[in-house]
């Protein structure tokens, strides 16, 4: 059997039943399921969700959706086919890894393609069927925040990214595209006056969807990209707009097929972005829908966009991977916390064999994405612990020496303190200790002691439970 979604979420009842909740009770795609996420956020809890009776744009109950899988990585690295507990240094690696063997697509009939259960062409093929997400106030309307697959020009093979993509009519959406792959396959077609076909892909195995953020270079065939990720080869169906010419994935939920717009334009946003800001409207390109197809009972996969859910990893795997590059071997982790939004900061870990390393190592991280805080610590500071990175700085950091500011670097207009529209400023924070001057230890009780002192020896494991967790 082919990994798909409804794999996933079968392994996650198995090996993480915790962390998913199936909720039955009806509830409105406009608003609640967002409004019951944040409920759950100020607990502290972030379960996968499966909502089963949703209703979508026209109000019509009983679909379903499926969020929040990203937001704690146990079941990022249970996607990627990890022991769910190796989510730190493990999952970075792993993700920074995945994609050297490429994993070639095949291509199946109709017949075997689940996603083409149900096919809506022409005026039937009408987005209101749809729960599509109303997730913040002041977005403009409701958004699809997922995978946007396009062909790249002169075969190059296809390209996978997420992209948010705003209700506009029954048949129209508008896309926004940062200047990345995407935008440069639309932008090229739109020179020739030719539309771009594009799929938007709700729902897949999370390790398919996963492939999106993963940053590969241009000529890459990105479908071989979400093989590699799932570990066998995707397959592909042909679409029903254009046949050959563009093939989806079999395998998925819910495919939307459409065209982006040559030589249009229209207002689009504002729209609760990453960076948990809403970003501003404007003008965007339009996509006009040409088919749905879905499976019969399909189950509509979103992102819980500005929170916990968005998936920082593929840039912070990047960073990995080109700090790695240039201190080979060096690497402890990397980690893009959430307080920055998984974009902003990175904490570096590296084993310092030399003093100037640290440098090195904040020079590469500066390449990847927007990030504004990196700070670079010793390989005893596990740098997902974000108060291990802070006692770093408060003990091995001196800011007349070890502090690097560096100005007019590129950033996110979503970066609402940025001074200009398109560059920030970059701190860089080298908290390493001085490898040619002694350093006092760290304060630790002896090996043999902590072997032998076993807490449930000494307190019960109900009694341990029972204790409030301190969170400072
Ligand atoms: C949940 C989510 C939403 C995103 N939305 C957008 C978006 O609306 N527009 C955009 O250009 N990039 C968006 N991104 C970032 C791109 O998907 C990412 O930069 C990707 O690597 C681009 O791929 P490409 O280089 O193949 O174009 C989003 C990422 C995530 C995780
Ligand atoms: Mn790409």
Not at 173 to 193: A, L, V
Not at 228 to 242: D, I, K, M, N
Request: proline content about 8%.
């Amino acid at each position: 059997m082919a990994s798909d979604l409804r794999s996933y979420i079968s392994q996650l009842e198995e090996v993480l039943p915790q962390q998913y909740v199936v909720i039955e009770k009806e509830i409105d795609s406009r608003f609640e399921i967002t409004a019951l996420l944040r409920r759950l956020e100020k607990a502290d809890k972030f379960p996968s969700v499966l909502f089963e009776n949703v209703k979508a744009i026209n109000g019509q109950s009983g679909k379903r959706v499926f969020t929040n899988v990203t937001a704690d990585r146990r079941r990022i690295a249970l996607a990627l086919g990890l022991d769910p507990d190796k989510w730190r240094s493990e999952l970075t690696a792993e993700f920074a890894r995945r994609a050297e063997k490429l994993i070639e697509p095949v291509t199946v009939s109709r017949a075997e393609a689940p996603v083409k259960q149900v096919v809506k062409v022409g005026a039937g093929a009408d987005l209101q069927d749809l729960p599509i997400i109303y997730h913040h106030e002041m977005d403009g309307n409701p958004y699809g925040t997922l995978l946007v697959l396009t062909k790249k020009p002169e075969n190059i093979g296809y390209n996978l990214a997420y992209h948010r993509t705003m209700y506009k009519s029954p048949q129209q959406t508008g896309i926004h595209m940062s200047p990345f792959h995407s935008w440069k396959t639309f932008t090229d077609n739109e020179k020739k006056g030719l539309p771009t076909p594009v799929a938007i892909v709700h729902g897949h195995h999370p390790a398919f969807i996963l492939a999106g953020v993963f940053m590969s270079p241009w000529p890459w065939d990105e479908y071989k990209v979400a093989g590699a990720f799932l570990g066998e080869p995707v397959r592909l169906v042909p679409s029903e707009t254009w046949g050959e010419d563009l093939l989806v994935p079999a395998d998925a939920e819910v495919i939307i097929e459409g065209e982006i717009l040559p030589g249009v334009r229209e207002p689009e946003g504002p729209f609760g972005e990453w960076s948990g800001y809403y970003g501003p409207q404007r003008q965007n390109p339009v996509i006009q829908v040409k088919a749905i197809t879905h499976r019969q009972d399909y189950i509509w996969y979103d992102t819980d966009i500005g929170h916990l859910d968005h998936p920082g990893i593929g840039w912070e795997a990047e960073i990995y991977r080109r700090v790695n590059d240039v201190l080979p071997g060096s690497v402890r982790g990397v980690f893009c916390p959430y307080s920055g939004r998984e974009g902003f900061h990175a904490y570096i870990s590296i084993e310092k064999l030399s003093e100037g390393l640290p440098a090195i190592a904040a020079s590469a991280a500066q390449t990847v994405g927007y990030p504004k805080l990196i700070v670079v610590v010793d390989d005893d500071i596990d740098p997902y612990d974000e108060r291990e990175v802070l006692f770093s700085i408060a003990t091995r950091f001196q800011a007349d020496k070890d502090l690097t500011v560096l100005k007019n670097v590129r950033g996110s207009m979503l970066d609402p303190s940025m001074s200009r529209l398109t560059t920030h400023t970059s701190t860089f924070i080298d908290a390493t200790k001085p490898i040619d001057e002694p350093f006092p230890l760290r304060v630790q009780v002896p090996q043999a002691a902590l072997e032998k002192v076993k807490l449930e020896d000494y307190i019960p494991r109900e009694r341990v439970d029972e204790i409030p967790y301190t969170s400072y």
